[in-house]
């Protein structure tokens, strides 16, 4: 299968924050990200290089206020990115789990590009309110944002984690190999992986 490149620009500006993301699902993991908070920065540097796909974001967000419309708004455009690049999802493979480790931190993603928008999330109380500017309260709706706009089913589960830091990158790593693995072609798989016929 010789596909076109599966690329994407979303362009998403509202009172409180205005983005720009531009996506190549098959790249080589190139990322630049700018969204203002550094850790968030960094986790999606991880999704970008484990995930091997090429990301651009620039963000401009009302970070006086606090990090929050920053880092749901930005998982909005991103989930949207990886939609629109996805098209109608013919000849992936569609499902994939993977299991990452960071040192006392496990965790594992499934993922199932269904275009029916779900989550479940399952991870030890965070140990501390903050990583950098990064607020851990908000790091499961960040994912649960993200997933809807992509339109897939997204697990996440953490079984242990002791450090705040550890425990999501450790997330963003599991999440970034196995939408990888969902989004890569089937040699077998000629048509929509579905019974419906649509996904």
Same mark, same amino acid.
């Given at each position: 299968?010789?596909?076109?490149?599966?690329?994407?620009?979303?362009?998403?500006?509202?009172?409180?924050?205005?983005?720009?993301?531009?996506?190549?699902?098959?790249?080589? *993991?190139? +990322?630049?990200?700018?969204? *203002?908070?550094?850790?968030?920065?960094?986790?999606?540097? #991880?999704?970008?290089?484990?995930?091997?796909?090429?990301?651009?974001?620039? +963000?401009?967000?009302?970070?006086?206020?606090?990090?929050?419309?920053?880092?749901?708004?930005? &998982?909005?455009?991103? *989930? #949207? &990115?990886?939609? #629109?690049?996805?098209?109608?999802?013919?000849?992936?493979?569609?499902?994939?789990?993977?299991?990452?480790?960071?040192?006392?931190?496990?965790?594992? &993603? +499934?993922?199932?590009? =269904? *275009?029916?928008?779900?989550? +479940?999330?399952?991870?030890?109380?965070? $140990?501390? $309110?903050?990583?950098? #500017?990064?607020?851990?309260?908000?790091?499961?709706?960040?994912?649960?944002?993200? &997933?809807?706009?992509?339109?897939?089913?997204?697990?996440?589960?953490?079984?242990?984690?002791?450090?705040?830091?550890?425990?999501?990158?450790?997330?963003?790593?599991?999440?970034?190999?196995?939408?990888?693995?969902?989004? =890569?072609?089937?040699?077998?798989?000629?048509?929509?992986?579905?019974?419906?016929?649509?996904?």
């Amino acid at each position: 299968m010789s596909p076109d490149p599966r690329t994407a620009r979303i362009s998403r500006k509202t009172k409180e924050t205005s983005i720009e993301i531009e996506l190549n699902v098959d790249g080589t *993991g190139k +990322v630049d990200v700018k969204t *203002g908070i550094g850790f968030y920065d960094h986790m999606l540097d #991880q999704l970008g290089k484990h995930g091997l796909f090429d990301l651009t974001i620039r +963000v401009e967000g009302d970070l006086w206020i606090d990090g929050h419309h920053t880092m749901e708004d930005t &998982a909005i455009a991103l *989930g #949207q &990115a990886f939609d #629109q690049a996805l098209g109608d999802r013919r000849g992936v493979r569609r499902f994939a789990d993977r299991t990452c480790p960071l040192d006392e931190s496990l965790s594992r &993603a +499934v993922v199932d590009l =269904s *275009g029916r928008p779900y989550f +479940v999330y399952s991870a030890p109380e965070m $140990p501390t $309110p903050m990583v950098g #500017q990064f607020d851990t309260s908000l790091n499961d709706h960040v994912w649960e944002s993200f &997933a809807f706009h992509t339109r897939m089913t997204l697990h996440i589960d953490t079984f242990r984690g002791r450090n705040a830091h550890h425990i999501i990158e450790s997330q963003y790593k599991a999440v970034a190999r196995a939408l990888r693995d969902a989004a =890569s072609y089937d040699d077998r798989e000629t048509g929509i992986p579905s019974t419906k016929g649509l996904l």
